[in-house]
Every structure is written in structure tokens, then in C-alpha cells.
């Protein structure tokens, strides 16, 4: 049996990490699971020596203990973000050595497989890079405008249906609940001087008559329709009510999918894609960390397995 263990950096709650620790637990591979913005220095405690193969030494979280130099593949999942250090300036400085330190160890391990890594999810988290990328590898994508200009916003508005989507989905409240920002349809009389307090991402409105999920892992894609209730824009406003079928990806925009991947140096993406009567794909964004765990169980797509068979087995070339 090989020996050599795979980490999974994610949250004290992750469910669909636990599908895949699961998996690999079955298959007998080592798995050592933490979480560096929460678990660091304590209780996981980094020993990491620099030697002519690059970094070793050893990596314990509790009574385990993994090689470094051994790490077949690191998963990053949900992993809390490194603390700031807000207050006193010793504890500000040490919060910096502990995310350039642990996590600069953590991204430099040699002949480590990494789904993804965590500097390649960052960067492919920036709607621009996305669309022009998209666009780069051949996929179809909406006119696009990313103004803080009220009358360019206006102006882009009036020339064809359109809706506006938040460049970040970050944590939203509304009178102390939690809330979503969705891409929602908007008019030329309803842009203000609003727009000129932040960036804003407007894009041409695409006639969808359904959406398509495809999660790629590797260069493994899976794809599920989802089909939501009529006038529905943004069908994540509407878990409860959307049905779902796995569908083939066209092999044009399976070519398209890995080479985007490829470019940002991503392991894993999920792709959002709205679909046209005629039967044409129009990317609207990849999010490089994105959940799949429902669509699995909603579509019957065996995303788990193939996250597990590339976690396993090393990558040279990765």
C-alpha cells in the first residue's frame, strides 16, 4: 500500500470534504485533515527543512504526523482565511509570518498534486481574468461592461436587455440576516449615481431556455441542465424549485474548459453556462473552488470518485 498521505485544508464543517475523505479513507489512502487559518500553531505545529529535493521535515496535527516530503496531493477546500491580526502589532506580525510561512510551505511541496493550489484559485477568482480567458479558448461570452460610469452604464443598458451581477459574492446582510446578491435584470432608467461609488459588471441579458452546471476535475467534465421556473435569471435564487439531468458536454467546449483550466494552472473548476434554444453554451463564470456535492447527488455524477482517483495517484507533470 502507498503510504504517502494526502492533506485536506478546509473548514471545522465541510460535507463535502467528508464525501471525499470518505473515499479515500475506503481506498486506504492517509489523509490528514486541518484547517491552517484556524488549526495554526496549535494544534498543528510545522517543521519544515529545506534540503536539495525542496522542502521536507514533517507537518503534525494532533497525534498525527505527515512528511512533507511525501505528500502525494494537497486539497484546498474551505480553508478559513489566515487571521489579520487586528490589534496589537506582535499579534498583527505573527499572523503574517504564520500565512507566509505555513502557507508558503504548504503552496512549495515537491511533486505535490494540488486541487487546486491556493495562489492559481486566487487569481482565478477575478471576473475579468475569467472572461477573458473564456474568451481566449474559444467559449461564447455575453458583451460584457465593467464601469463606474453612470452613463456608460446607462448608455450599455439601453442597447440590448441586460443584467447586473456582483463581481464577488462575498457575505451579504440585509437588516442582520444573511443574504444573497444575484444577477438580476436591469433598465437604463434604473442606473443612478450609484454606480459611481464602486465597480459594476453589466452584461448583455442571454435568452436562456436552461443553465448547465459542468464541474471539471482534471480533465474528467461533468455536466447537469438545470431547468428553473419561467423568468427565473439566477436559478441559485431558487434551490427548491429547479430540476436537474446530466447532459454531455459538446466536445468543443470540453476542449475549451480544460484548456481554461490550464491556463490559470487550476486542477478543478465549476462552470456556469446558459443555454440558448438553439442549443448554444454561453459561459457566465467559473468559480475555481466551487461546490458540487448536491449536484452530484441531484444529477447522479460521480465527481467524488473522480476528485478521489486524482487525489491518489501522483502527478508529475501537475
Not at 486506504?28 to 505545529?45: I, K
Not at 515537491?110 to 480567458?133: F, M, N, T, V, W
Not at 434554444?277 to 448536491?294: I, S, Y
Not at 444529477?299 to 486524482?310: E, R, S, V
Amino acid at each position: 500500500m502507498d503510504g504517502r498521505p494526502v492533506l485536506v485544508c478546509t473548514e471545522f464543517e465541510d460535507a463535502t470534504a467528508d464525501l471525499v475523505i470518505a473515499e479515500l479513507n475506503r481506498r486506504r489512502v492517509p489523509v490528514l485533515r486541518f484547517d491552517p487559518g484556524r488549526d495554526f500553531p496549535a494544534p498543528v505545529v510545522l517543521a519544515a527543512r529545506l534540503g536539495a529535493g525542496g522542502w521536507g521535515g514533517r507537518l503534525t496535527v494532533g497525534e498525527r504526523t505527515a512528511d512533507l516530503s511525501a505528500v502525494r496531493a494537497l486539497y484546498h477546500r474551505r480553508a478559513s482565511p489566515y487571521p489579520t491580526g487586528s490589534g496589537e502589532q506582535a499579534a498583527r506580525f505573527a499572523a503574517q509570518e504564520n500565512r507566509r510561512g505555513l502557507g508558503g510551505v504548504l503552496g512549495a511541496l515537491p511533486g505535490c498534486l494540488y486541487l487546486s493550489h491556493p495562489q492559481a484559485i486566487a487569481r482565478a477568482e477575478y471576473k475579468p481574468a475569467q472572461l477573458d480567458a473564456a474568451a481566449r479558448v474559444g467559449l461564447t461570452v455575453p458583451a460584457t461592461l465593467i464601469t463606474s460610469d453612470p452613463m456608460e452604464a446607462r448608455a450599455f443598458c439601453a442597447a440590448q436587455p441586460t443584467i447586473y451581477k456582483p463581481l464577488h459574492a462575498g457575505a451579504y446582510e440585509v437588516d442582520g440576516e444573511p443574504a444573497g446578491i444575484w444577477a438580476a435584470p436591469v433598465e437604463a432608467g434604473e442606473v443612478d449615481g450609484a454606480v459611481s461609488h464602486s465597480a459594476h459588471l453589466f452584461q448583455a441579458q442571454v435568452p436562456k431556455v436552461a443553465d448547465v452546471r459542468a464541474v471539471v476535475v482534471g480533465e474528467w467534465v461533468f455536466s447537469a441542465r438545470i431547468t428553473a421556473p419561467p423568468g427565473v435569471v439566477d436559478w441559485r435564487a431558487e434551490y427548491q424549485s429547479l430540476t436537474y439531468e446530466p447532459v454531455a458536454c459538446p466536445d468543443g467546449i470540453r476542449g475549451a474548459l480544460v484548456r481554461f483550466l490550464a491556463a490559470f494552472g487550476l486542477n478543478f473548476g465549476a462552470f456556469d453556462f446558459a443555454v440558448t434554444g438553439d442549443g448554444a453554451w454561453w459561459f457566465l463564470e467559473c468559480n475555481p473552488n466551487g461546490q458540487w456535492a448536491w449536484l452530484e447527488d441531484a444529477a447522479g455524477l460521480p465527481i467524488t470518485h473522480a476528485i478521489a482517483d486524482l487525489l491518489e495517484k501522483r502527478s508529475e507533470s501537475a
